[in-house]
Nanobody, 122 residues
Framework: QVQLVESGGDLVQPGGSLRLSCAASGSIFSINAMGWYRQAQGKQRELVALVTSGGRTDYADSVKGRFTISRDNAKNTVYLQMNSLKPEDTAVYYC????????????????WGQGTQVTVSS
């Protein structure tokens, strides 16, 4: 089994910065894509940023130039640096990883973290 633990959510003023972290643990053989999604109240969950095992990144248009996703493969951890935060960035942020487990090689399973609240307000 695999667990994802997120941290870093907080209340921040507009224009401020936060760094989210998500650490994966358990019976991990490899991880390909790692990403961050968010869900604002009353809205559908949406992709914020994605990073592949090869380091390719992809961002939602709404966060390009403000957010940066990165990963530390040795620690099975993905980060989201969020700068110039806006009130519309307020949401619960979820980490997602596609994991190949040591006991189930050849197949990747999608795992989700429990979510961390980011609130941008003055």
């Amino acid at each position: 089994q695999v667990q994802l633990v997120e941290s870093g959510g907080d209340l921040v003023q507009p224009g401020g910065s936060l760094r989210l972290s998500c650490a994966a643990s358990g019976s991990i053989f490899s991880i390909n894509a790692m990403g961050w999604y968010r869900q604002a109240q009353g809205k559908q969950r949406e992709l914020v940023a994605l990073v592949t095992s090869g380091g390719r990144t992809d961002y939602a248009d709404s966060v390009k130039g403000r957010f940066t996703i990165s990963r530390d493969n040795a620690k099975n951890t993905v980060y989201l640096q969020m700068n110039s935060l806006k009130p519309e960035d307020t949401a619960v942020y979820y980490c997602n990883c596609n994991v190949q487990e040591t006991r189930r090689l050849g197949v990747f399973f999608s795992y989700w973290g429990q979510g961390t609240q980011v609130t941008v307000s003055s």
